[in-house]
Each structure stands twice: as C-alpha cells, then as structure tokens.
C-alpha cells in the first residue's frame, strides 16, 4: 500500500520535467498559437501572439493583375471574432531564420472555412523576441486556389481541395 501511495505522490504531485523548447520550435509554436486562437476567435490570445503595432498585408492575384489588403491588429482581430463560420488554418514545410532577436518564418499553409477548403498559399512571418517571447511584428501571405497541395491529412468531417 505504501508503494502505491508513493508511486501516486511522485505522478501527482512532482511535476514533470519540463522538455525546453527550441528557438525554432518556439517560433513555429507563435504561428501555431495565432491560428489555434483564429480557430477559437480568442482575441486576448491573438493580441498575446502579435506585437500591439503589427501588420498583415495579403497579396492576391488574378487576371486583372495583383492587389495587397494591409490590415492591422485591431482590424485583423475584429475581422476574426465576428465572422459567422469556423475557420482552421494550418501549416507545413516551416523554413525558420534567426538572427538574435529578430527572425523569419516561410509557411505553406491551407485555409478551411465552415468545414470546406477555402485556399492555400505562404504565410511570411516577422518575428521579434521581445521579454524571452517571440511575437508577430508582420505577416505578408498570399492567396491561391489552384496548385494546392496539403500533406496533412483532411480535417475531420472535412474533404480535400
């Protein structure tokens, strides 16, 4: 019985080894974070990934020619919280630079609305680290319907491009 109540004291209440992140990983984990919070329409969560004076630029092409959408913090937030569908964004094949406190994350991500596929394209993070966290300064992405491809499997109850 001893054993037992030993063997629960050291699993219950002697926490666990903490495994350090990578600066790599931590900064993959800033995007991951943003589209978790995306998913969730949780502001505080956005506003705590991005630097209070970050911008988004969009950049979408057709047969008319190029256009770019700049977005800032408030915008992009009040853009998020009140759409009336789900939305899941995810990535692949990160391609991360560090240099100090400065650092870049290349992207291929998918973009699913209410369930159904709604684009791909590269998300361009800048990142600052900034009191040990890194934080999105700025996101340039394109938009593309065609040429998608996702590694990742489709997302439950959800189909494929």
Not at 106 to 120: A, E, I, N, T
């Amino acid at each position: 019985m001893k054993s037992i109540a030993a063997f629960l004291f050291l699993f219950l209440v002697v926490p666990a080894p903490v495994v350090a992140q990578t600066a790599e990983e931590q900064i993959v984990g800033a995007a991951e974070a943003l589209f978790g919070a995306m998913e969730r329409k949780d502001e505080t969560a956005i506003r705590d990934v991005m630097l209070p004076n970050a911008r988004l630029v969009a950049v979408s092409s057709n047969e008319w020619g190029t256009s770019t959408t700049w977005t800032n913090v408030d915008e992009f937030v009040d853009a998020i919280i009140h759409r009336n569908e789900d939305l899941l964004e995810r990535l692949w094949n990160p391609d991360v630079r560090i240099d100090g406190e400065i650092a870049t994350l290349w992207v291929d991500y998918d973009f699913h609305r209410d369930g159904q596929f709604s684009h791909c394209g590269v998300d361009a993070f800048h990142m600052v680290r900034t009191s040990g966290a890194w934080k999105i300064a700025h996101i340039t992405y394109n938009r593309r319907l065609e040429g998608c491809y996702s590694p990742l499997t489709p997302p439950a109850g959800r189909r494929r491009p």
